[in-house]
């Protein structure tokens, strides 16, 4: 498999790489971990003359915590790092386990955030976990700075809000309050390397230990042409009493929002069938969790 | 346009022109003439063109020789030592975890990047670490337990 021919960049800043790619508009693509982008051009499916590298660009592949109230993930930032990062794994278990179940290890070393995100594949791993947490995406320009939360980004299959001349910068998520808890499940026909036949992402926060549900976020991938938050079953959940019982019937709520396509992965009902299933088990992973919630260690 | 560029490849420093379009996973095999790294699919599902670069393992065909620059890079070829096979190479020879030969580049780099970081791992890390990399002749079983061979082998040389 040959890749066609194009002009290499690796800007040593971040406004250089502005400057290049406001120059070059459409014709040329960030080349982060290349599991994606180099994957299409070898497959004819997409033709930049120009790649412009986020290699040399200083601080957009790391992780900072922003004191108590929250993080900020470079766009940069590998699925590997993601899932072997304490902060993450603790306080942002659906990212971490997300990117834990995201190709195979040698694609996990590279694949970034970043391009998860901006590839907007429906099935992607980690954009229902960051909707989920509710994240707020940093797009820039040469010329501007915008705001943007990725529950409002996906527009369709490889389609997002940004712009031929922008560039996702950093993905800020902030930190769940007490008594919250996340899980993710992700159903593919085999373990590994698999793209999701369907992926759940929850955040459930209780307003006590023992008490009802203050706040819940239920974000499905593969089931739509974009991912999308649950948002009838997450209503249906707020301020009642969390049981197993009371999670299946969020989780039957839950198939309401999908339209799920029959292909070589899966039929439509499977998939019905699966949403229901594995909704419900999330629920209940990150009530779990939100019972056993602990203040980080000072 | 052709660019300069430095790396260390199984321990030795090289410097050579690339194209940018070039993977590394050519670079090695057509440029270097390292031609242990295989070249399955050359769309990252395979894991025959794994190597180790920087300490992690990786699928060459997915990286460009450019983006190799000042890295360091460890092939099959660079196992090894004054003739003697790296206990991972010498436990696929005993376990007979090869048939073919065409994933076995892939499947020991893989397991060499896993014992560097876990020198004691579990069955369930062997068998994620080797996710990426198919086989179509051994069935995996012989593969598992020749890594697992391997850990105890390194443990043991480590500790005396
Ligand atoms: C074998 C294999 C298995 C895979 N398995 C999975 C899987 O299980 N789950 C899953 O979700 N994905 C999977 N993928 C897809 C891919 O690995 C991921 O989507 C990955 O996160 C892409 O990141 P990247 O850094 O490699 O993106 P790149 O290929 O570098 O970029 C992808 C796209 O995003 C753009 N882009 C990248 N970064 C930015 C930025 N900061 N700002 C603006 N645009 C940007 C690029 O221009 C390009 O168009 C798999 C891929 C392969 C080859
Ligand atoms: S050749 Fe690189 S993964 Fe198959
Ligand atoms: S030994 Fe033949 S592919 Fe693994």
């Given amino acids: ?71 900020t993930i470079g766009a940069a930032v590998t699925a590997a790092e993601l899932s072997t ?43 229902p976990a960051c909707m989920a947490l509710d994240a707020t995406l940093k797009l820039k320009s040469a010329k501007n700075e915008r705001e943007v939360r990725v529950n409002d980004f996906f527009r369709g299959p490889g389609e997002t809000l940004i712009e031929p001349n922008e560039m996702l910068v950093s993905i800020f998520v902030e930190t769940p309050p007490p008594w919250s808890g996340g899980a993710y499940i992700k159903l593919g026909a085999r373990k590994a390397l698999e793209i999701s036949m369907v992926n759940v992402a929850v955040l459930l926060t209780l307003q006590s230990q023992d008490g009802p549900i203050a706040d819940v976020k239920i974000a499905l991938g593969a089931v739509a042409p974009t991912p999308v938050r649950a948002f009838a079953a997450e209503e249906f959940l707020v301020g009642k009493q969390p049981s197993s019982e009371l999670f299946k019937e969020a989780g039957a709520i ?45 | 346009m052709k660019r300069i560029i430095k790396l260390t490849i199984n321990g030795k420093p090289v410097e050579t022109a690339v194209s940018p379009n070039q993977t590394l996973l050519q670079f090695l095999r057509d440029d270097m003439n390292l031609t242990g790294t295989k070249h399955g699919c050359g769309l990252g599902d395979c894991g025959a063109c794994t190597v180790i670069l920087d ?13 190799a620059d000042n890295s360091e890079i460890l092939t099959i070829e660079g196992l090894a030592q004054d003739g003697k096979l790296h206990p991972i190479q010498q436990s696929f020879v005993d376990k007979g975890a090869i048939q ?49 061979e391997a850990a105890e082998v390194i443990r043991m040389r480590e500790e005396s």
């Fill in chain 1, 1 to 71: 498999m040959l890749l066609p021919k194009f002009y290499y960049h690796e800007p040593a800043t971040l406004e250089e790489a502005l400057r290049l790619l406001s120059e070059m508009g459409g014709a040329a693509r960030i080349l982060a971990g290349g599991t994606d982008v180099l994957v299409r051009m070898k497959l004819k499916i997409d033709k930049p003359s120009h790649l412009i590298s986020l290699q040399k660009i200083p601080g957009i592949d790391v992780i900072i915590q922003r004191e108590n109230h929250g993080v």
């Fill in chain 1, 85 to 127: 990062n304490e902060l993450i794994l603790e306080r942002f278990a659906p990212i971490g386990i997300a990117a834990s179940r995201l190709g195979a290890p040698g694609i996990r070393n590279r694949a970034t955030i970043g391009g998860n995100l901006v590839n907007a594949r429906p099935a992607a791993d980690l954009s």
């Fill in chain 1, 254 to 298: 839950g198939v309401g929002m999908c339209e799920p396509i029959t292909d070589h992965r899966g039929t439509m009902e499977y998939r019905c069938l699966m949403i229901e299933t594995l909704t419900s088990r999330a629920l209940n992973q990150a009530y779990n969790n939100a019972i056993n919630w602990k203040p980080l260690p000072v």
């Fill in chain 2, 55 to 67: 300490g992690k393992a990786v699928n060459s065909c997915l990286v460009l020789a450019i983006q």
């Fill in chain 2, 100 to 148: 073919c030969g065409f994933c076995t580049p892939g499947m020991i780099l893989s397991a060499k990047a896993l014992l560097d970081q876990k020198p004691n791992p579990s069955e369930l890390e062997i068998r994620t670490a080797l996710s990426g990399n198919l086989c179509r002749c051994t069935g995996y079983q012989k593969i598992v337990e020749a890594i697992g």
